[in-house]
């Protein structure tokens, strides 16, 4: 079973990010919850998930540190990537890619553009 | 002495004595033939006296008579010798004592008819005048008479120095005389010099003691009236210099107050960059003393930033530069050199110097990062509930669309009417989400370009690329009003060194508004090559933009149309943006349009130069007029 990791302090996000995911949940995709980066790394040590959504302006560890370790962390599974931020500055994007984020998402996006994203990610098709 | 005088002196001594022996020499000349004259008449006399009186005498051969006869008239002045000598030669009587001399052997035997004279010299004793007058004819004999001319000699000497003496003595008197006489006239013309010379070295007040009405009193009362102008001129004059100098020294002062108390730092520099002048405020920004400043090159102190400001300033006089400079304790000054040109240079020699005036910025740049962390918190802020509030609105919509709607099976009109309401009301809440969004995004950027916090890349851009990027971007915008869009690019642009990323938003700026404005027509985008420079044009068939509306199109917060009767559909900042972007690069953006008919807008950027946007800033006057305007 396929795996989505949402890494956000911000309860609203998360429920928001949780309710946009819902068509994949439905496809028998699981959808994990972390509410900051240590609890973030426990789970993706434990469940290994495929893709994850990970918010850069976080309490005890930010996005990029927590990207980092997921990154440098030698598992088997190396997964996806997507940094959520608020921030749209350039030095924010190089930081991201330097941290090794796949992809990087403004806030506030598209809904229909981050539905798109994940499903070519996971190859799910929602229709 | 007078000088005039000992000049005189001279010449009337030589004078003197040339005259003085003139007249002695014709004086004793004449004396000498006087006295010549009258010895030989004496001498004939006393000759034909014995000659006539000896004749009986002689005959008698009585020579003691002789003797007697003739040693009586040797007691007469001048007469030295006698002798008779008979018609023989021989010698009767003579005065000789003790012998007689060898030369009279010569002339006992002359024998001339009538009394005759000549002159004849004897050894050890002078010259003598020779009387001979025959006696009776010469029959009886002859009486030599010797008259000593040595004798004469002598008087004549006496004579002429008596004369000598004399006149000497006269003209002694006479020079005591003239020197007195000299002395008279030139002691006032000494005290009128010793007068002059004290007017020279200004001393006006100084009295001259001259009453007489002569020429050399009117001269002095002339020189004590010209003294008197002189003075009161002199005075005039020494009170206006005084006045300027007192002026000249508050001007001085008040000037040196001004740039003493001046809050910014103050620099001198000369055409060189050695420092010339600071004022206290500088010193103190630095933490160093005066004297370490003055005579020293700028750049050894201030860095090669700083240096190449002030050589810029130097040789250009329209601009002034800017650069940011380090100061004591960390804090950050702005220095703004400009030149010093006098007005009768010409602007393309080189000025005097530079002045350079460096401002603590610290605190505004304090404040300015503070502002610009805090747009960046609000922007982010912002974002967070705006993300919720577009997200769930958008997963509303959707549920209602997917679940809700099509199970609500009522004929009932007020839900129906309720259904499309609802419908209405979602899509306006999500398009101005998307404002709202769009509107952080721009005010963030601008509040960033304002401060200059824009990381610009410079990398190799091929403007074709960019612009194919920005159509690709708004694509669906044209799809969206079925617009066609009309290309018209060169093909063999040039690359340009400039931020990919920020032409490509330039372009999509242009670009929506284009399509945003036109709903019939079609929108050209073109890119041409000009002489150094590249030229973009997006040109629409839309509402155009009138000529008053034309000079505020790139004001922030500006749109065509009424923000107030109108619906606004965009932040209203975009276009400012696109001019800031444009000219950081030393391009221009500019819009050509008619109401009605559409609008062009272009912009240029430079093939050259755009390295040199560095942190050297460039701002002619123009601007700095505009910016405390």
Not at chain 2, 270 to 291: C, K, Q, Y
Not at chain 2, 301 to 318: P, R
Not at chain 2, 367 to 387: A, G, N
Not at chain 2, 434 to 453: C, H, Y
Request: with cysteine; glycine share 4%; aromatic share 6%.
């Amino acid at each position: 079973m396929k795996k989505i990791l949402i890494v956000d302090d911000d309860p609203i996000i998360r429920n928001l990010l949780e309710q946009i995911l819902e068509p994949f949940a439905e496809k028998d995709i699981e959808i994990l919850i972390a509410e900051n980066g240590l609890v973030a790394l426990d789970i993706i040590k434990e469940k290994q998930p495929e893709l994850i959504f990970l918010d850069v302006m976080m309490p005890k560890m930010n996005g990029f540190e927590v990207c980092q370790k997921i990154k440098n962390n030698p598992t088997d599974k190396i997964p996806y990537i997507i940094m959520l931020t608020a921030k749209g500055q350039e030095t924010d994007k190089e930081k991201a890619k330097a941290s090794g984020a796949d992809c990087y998402i403004t806030k506030p996006f598209n809904i229909n553009d981050l539905l798109n994203k994940v499903s070519e990610i996971l190859q799910v098709n929602l229709n | 002495m007078s000088k005039l005088f000992k000049k005189t002196l001279i010449m009337i001594v030589i004078l003197f004595m040339i005259i003085a022996f003139t007249i002695a020499i014709s004086t004793g000349w004449n004396l000498y033939n006087d006295l010549l004259q009258e010895y030989k008449s004496k001498g004939t006399a006393i000759a034909k006296s014995i000659a006539s009186s000896s004749i009986e005498t002689l005959l008698n051969r009585d020579a003691s008579t002789i003797q007697a006869m003739i040693d009586r008239f040797l007691e007469i002045s001048g007469v030295s010798y006698i002798f008779v000598v008979d018609a023989n030669g021989e010698i009767i009587s003579h005065t000789f004592v003790p012998t007689i001399p060898e030369e009279i052997s010569k002339i006992k035997n002359d024998k001339p008819k009538d009394t005759y004279v000549k002159e004849i010299v004897f050894e050890n004793m002078g010259i003598f005048i020779d009387i001979t007058s025959p006696i009776l004819e010469g029959i009886a004999g002859y009486v030599h008479v010797g008259m000593d001319k040595s004798n004469i000699i002598a008087q004549i000497k006496s004579a002429m120095l008596r004369q000598l003496l004399l006149i000497s003595l006269i003209f002694i008197f006479s020079i005591i005389i003239a020197y007195m006489l000299v002395n008279k006239v030139s002691q006032p013309l000494n005290a009128l010099t010793d007068y002059a010379k004290k007017l020279t070295l200004h001393d006006f007040s100084s009295p001259v003691d001259i009453k007489s009405d002569d020429e050399i009193g009117l001269l002095a009362n002339t020189m004590k009236s010209m003294a008197t102008d002189l003075h009161e001129v002199f005075d005039r004059y020494e009170q206006a210099i005084n006045d300027a100098i007192v002026e000249l020294q508050n001007t001085l002062a008040y000037l040196t107050a001004v740039i003493d108390n001046m809050a910014d730092g103050l620099l001198v520099t000369d055409t060189d960059g050695v420092i010339t002048h600071v004022n206290p405020a500088l010193s103190h920004m630095f933490n160093m003393r005066e004297s370490d400043f003055i005579g020293r090159d700028c750049r050894s102190i201030f860095g090669d930033k700083f240096a190449e400001i002030v050589e810029k300033s130097i040789t250009n006089s329209e601009e002034i530069f800017t650069t940011e400079i380090e100061l004591a304790q960390k804090r950050i000054g702005k220095a703004v050199a400009t030149g010093i040109h006098k007005d009768t240079i010409q602007s393309d020699e080189k000025g005097i110097g530079a002045v350079i005036l460096i401002r603590d910025i610290t605190s505004e740049k304090e404040v300015d990062r503070m502002k610009t962390d805090f747009i960046s918190t609000v922007s982010h802020e912002l974002r967070t509930p705006l993300t919720a509030v577009k997200g769930f609105t958008e997963i509303i919509k959707k549920r209602l669309e997917d679940d809700i709607f099509p199970n609500v099976t009522t004929d009932n009109k007020r839900v129906l009417k309720s259904i499309l309401r609802i419908r209405d009301n979602i899509n306006i809440i999500l398009s101005e989400g998307e404002r709202l969004t769009a509107l952080i995004n721009d005010v963030l950027d601008i509040s960033k370009l304002e401060a200059g916090r824009i990381d610009w890349k410079l990398e190799n851009v091929r403007p074709a690329d960019a612009i194919e990027q920005a159509i690709i971007a708004t694509s669906a915008l044209f799809e969206q009003k079925k617009l066609p869009l009309i290309k018209d690019i060169d093909e063999n642009l040039p690359e340009i060194i400039c931020d990919k990323d920020r032409i490509i938003q330039v372009i999509i700026n242009l670009l929506s508004n284009a399509v945003k404005f036109t709903d019939s027509g079609s929108v050209t985008c073109r890119a041409q090559k000009l002489e150094d420079s590249i030229l973009v044009s997006i040109s629409d068939t839309g509402t155009g933009i009138s000529e008053t509306e034309k000079d505020h199109v790139f004001e922030k917060f500006r749109q065509a149309g009424d923000t107030l009767t109108d619906k606004p559909t965009g932040t209203g900042l975009g276009l400012s943006i696109c001019r800031q972007i444009i000219e950081h690069y030393g391009g221009t953006i500019w819009v050509e349009s008619e109401l009605g008919k559409g609008s062009t807008f272009y912009f240029t950027l430079p093939l050259k130069n755009i390295n040199d946007v560095s942190d050297i800033s460039k701002i002619t006057y123009n601007n700095i007029e505009k910016e405390y305007k």
